[in-house]
């Protein structure tokens, strides 16, 4: 069974910084790899998203000056930095990958989901 594991978060002040980890089989070397978020109330929303190698990514705009996707192709992991959070950042993360060519910001094309990870930003 094909998995994505989640890791790090948990709480942080506002300004801090924390990071998310992904980590998965071999399977997924030729996936899009993403991150979504969800918060109390609210629908999933994209965040951030790479390419197979690692060459392109993608970011919703609100976080675009702020986190920063990377991936070690070589040992299936995915990160997401994420630097001067802001209570609106507290959510659920997930970590996500989709078929290869696939819109990276539409949550329905992605297969495999990870478990989700938690993100409290404290004011």
């Known amino acids: 069974q094909q998995q994505l594991v989640e890791s790090g978060g948990g709480l942080v002040q506002a300004g801090g910084s924390s990071r998310l980890s992904c980590a998965a089989s071999s399977f997924f070397s030729s996936y899009t790899w993403g991150w979504f978020r969800q918060a109390p109330g609210k629908e999933r929303e994209f965040v951030a998203a790479?390419?197979?190698?690692?060459?392109?990514?993608y970011a919703t705009d609100s976080v675009k000056a702020r986190f920063r996707i990377s991936r070690d192709e070589y040992k299936n992991t995915m990160r997401l930095q994420m630097d001067g959070l802001a209570p609106d950042d507290t959510a659920v993360y997930y970590c996500a990958a989709a078929p290869f060519g696939s819109n990276p910001r539409d949550a329905a094309l992605y297969d495999y989901w990870g478990q989700g990870t938690q993100v409290t930003v404290s004011s």
């Open positions: 790479i390419n197979w190698s690692g060459g392109t990514t």
